[in-house]
């Protein structure tokens, strides 16, 4: 059977379908996200147990992830994320029907694991159409999720203003969810392995490839993570800030992280991942350092907008180098979002201790170390195959698919 040809409108077609599939997951982050005081309350959980429910997420997504590969090989990228991503967007409507801890958790469990299967599915693919088009478009793509999770979260705040049932609008916004993320799919890159490539492995452990790129989106989800969950209470209770300042830190971190994202693409082609990060990691490490010897406010908003501007590209950066740093890109690629993942776990119950032990403003000395590994390890992203000029090393025609 002859090779199937993609010109180069359908892969920018699935580009656009791709672009849509992220903004969908991103949705169902920020649904969830809004309702979780009420799922709190009708599973009557301490505050305590919904803190040790939120783990079972990231607990899940870790377990999952590297079962990605082997599926997206058994069905094909289009019907591997098709199915992934409509057991992600259906899983929504979970959480909501618990009415209990052990169930919160388990329900909470399976919430992750399809989130993290389908983040590699989508991942991949992204990477796989960045080569064919020869430019920079995965920190776009990570811009959609945000818009995405904007979208949700201002849904479910107007949801949750009106005093709906979480149950009732986790289900509509499932319905809704699934039905534009199945039909986003259908423009996707249908890519199939050829008949003399090996079947990954059911379940497989990160590659070594995927260690050292891992380690960077460590440090970056780990500075994500810590503002994200910290910046307002930074305000509140180190600078003694009112909590519409504080709240407002919050919004120049996400507001800044969104506005690179979206830019980053260009950035990159311009200059290339290498470049990119280290400067990225120069302004992180400025923005972390302002936080630290901050005096009021203002400075300490500028830190952390800083440090959103300068981390927004690095993850998408390390999930296209991984998903060409070796002959399987989804088992790279889902190494790589199995230490994110672990990096955002920890890092807000990290914060909290490092605060507990000595003060925020510390726990924020080891966000600005983070950050400067950013600069100083960059060159860990050669392995995405660019140039120095951010130009991927691929021909810019029309390219086979990998289908018998």
């Given at each position: 059977?002859?090779?199937?040809?993609?010109?180069?409108?359908?892969?920018?077609?699935?580009?656009?379908?791709?672009?849509?599939?992220?903004?969908?997951h991103?949705?169902?982050?920020?649904?969830f996200?809004?309702?979780?005081?009420?799922?709190?309350?009708?599973?009557?959980?301490?505050?305590?147990?919904?803190?040790?429910?939120?783990?079972?997420?990231?607990?899940?997504?870790?377990?999952?992830?590297?079962?990605?590969?082997?599926?997206?090989?058994?069905?094909?990228?289009?019907?591997?994320?098709?199915?992934?991503?409509?057991?992600?967007t259906?899983?929504?409507?979970?959480?909501?029907?618990?009415?209990?801890?052990?169930?919160?958790?388990?329900?909470?469990?399976?919430?992750?694991?399809?989130?993290?299967?389908?983040?590699?599915?989508?991942?991949?693919?992204?990477?796989?159409?960045?080569?064919?088009?020869?430019?920079?478009?995965?920190?776009?793509?990570?811009?959609?999720?945000?818009?995405?999770?904007?979208?949700?979260?201002?849904?479910?705040?107007?949801?949750?203003?009106?005093g709906?049932d979480?149950?009732?609008?986790?289900?509509?916004?499932?319905?809704?969810?699934?039905?534009?993320?199945?039909?986003?799919?259908?423009?996707?890159?249908?890519?199939?392995?050829?008949?003399?490539?090996?079947?990954?492995?059911?379940?497989?452990?990160?590659?070594?490839?995927?260690?050292?790129?891992?380690?960077?989106?460590?440090?970056?989800?780990?500075?994500?993570?810590?503002?994200?969950?910290?910046?307002?209470?930074?305000?509140?209770?180190?600078?003694?800030?009112?909590?519409?300042?504080?709240?407002?830190?919050?919004?120049?971190?996400?507001?800044?992280?969104?506005?690179?994202?979206?830019?980053?693409?260009?950035?990159?082609?311009?200059?290339?991942?290498?470049?990119?990060?280290?400067?990225?990691?120069?302004?992180?490490?400025?923005?972390?350092?302002?936080?630290?010897?901050?005096?009021?406010?203002?400075?300490?908003?500028?830190?952390?907008?800083?440090?959103?501007?300068?981390?927004?590209?690095?993850?998408?950066?390390?999930?296209?180098?991984?998903?060409?740093?070796?002959?399987n890109?989804?088992?790279?690629?889902?190494?790589?979002?199995?230490?994110?993942?672990?990096?955002?776990?920890?890092?807000?119950?990290?914060?909290g201790?490092?605060?507990?032990?000595?003060?925020?403003?510390?726990?924020?000395?080891?966000?600005t170390?983070l950050?400067?590994?950013?600069?100083?390890?960059?060159?860990?992203?050669?392995?995405?195959?660019?140039?120095?000029?951010?130009?991927?090393?691929?021909?810019?025609?029309?390219?086979?698919?990998?289908?018998?």
């Amino acid at each position: 059977m002859g090779e199937v040809v993609y010109d180069q409108r359908e892969v920018k077609r699935s580009r656009y379908a791709v672009a849509t599939v992220f903004a969908v997951h991103g949705a169902v982050t920020g649904s969830f996200a809004t309702r979780v005081p009420w799922i709190q309350d009708h599973a009557s959980v301490s505050a305590g147990q919904l803190g040790l429910a939120l783990a079972f997420p990231a607990i899940g997504a870790s377990v999952a992830m590297p079962l990605a590969g082997s599926v997206s090989h058994r069905f094909g990228a289009r019907a591997a994320l098709r199915g992934l991503i409509a057991l992600w967007t259906l899983a929504l409507t979970l959480p909501a029907l618990a009415p209990n801890l052990v169930t919160l958790c388990m329900a909470l469990f399976v919430y992750g694991a399809t989130a993290g299967m389908a983040d590699v599915a989508m991942n991949a693919l992204g990477v796989e159409i960045e080569t064919r088009l020869d430019k920079s478009i995965m920190s776009g793509l990570h811009g959609m999720w945000s818009a995405g999770a904007l979208v949700g979260s201002a849904a479910g705040t107007v949801a949750a203003h009106l005093g709906s049932d979480a149950r009732l609008h986790h289900a509509l916004a499932a319905v809704a969810l699934t039905l534009i993320g199945v039909a986003a799919c259908q423009w996707v890159l249908d890519l199939r392995p050829t008949e003399d490539e090996e079947p990954p492995p059911r379940f497989a452990l990160p590659p070594k490839s995927a260690l050292l790129i891992g380690a960077i989106g460590f440090c970056a989800v780990f500075a994500e993570g810590a503002s994200l969950d910290w910046s307002a209470v930074y305000l509140r209770d180190v600078l003694d800030s009112s909590a519409g300042v504080a709240a407002a830190s919050t919004t120049a971190f996400t507001l800044t992280m969104a506005i690179a994202r979206f830019a980053g693409d260009a950035v990159v082609d311009r200059f290339g991942p290498v470049r990119t990060v280290r400067v990225s990691g120069a302004l992180a490490t400025l923005g972390a350092l302002l936080v630290v010897v901050a005096q009021n406010a203002p400075m300490a908003m500028a830190g952390f907008a800083l440090l959103g501007l300068g981390i927004a590209v690095v993850v998408p950066l390390c999930f296209a180098a991984a998903g060409r740093s070796g002959p399987n890109p989804s088992q790279a690629i889902a190494g790589v979002a199995t230490i994110t993942y672990t990096s955002g776990l920890i890092a807000p119950s990290a914060i909290g201790a490092v605060a507990d032990a000595t003060s925020l403003v510390t726990s924020f000395v080891l966000v600005t170390v983070l950050t400067l590994g950013l600069a100083s390890f960059a060159n860990v992203l050669r392995a995405s195959g660019r140039e120095a000029g951010g130009k991927l090393s691929t021909a810019d025609a029309p390219v086979p698919d990998r289908r018998p």
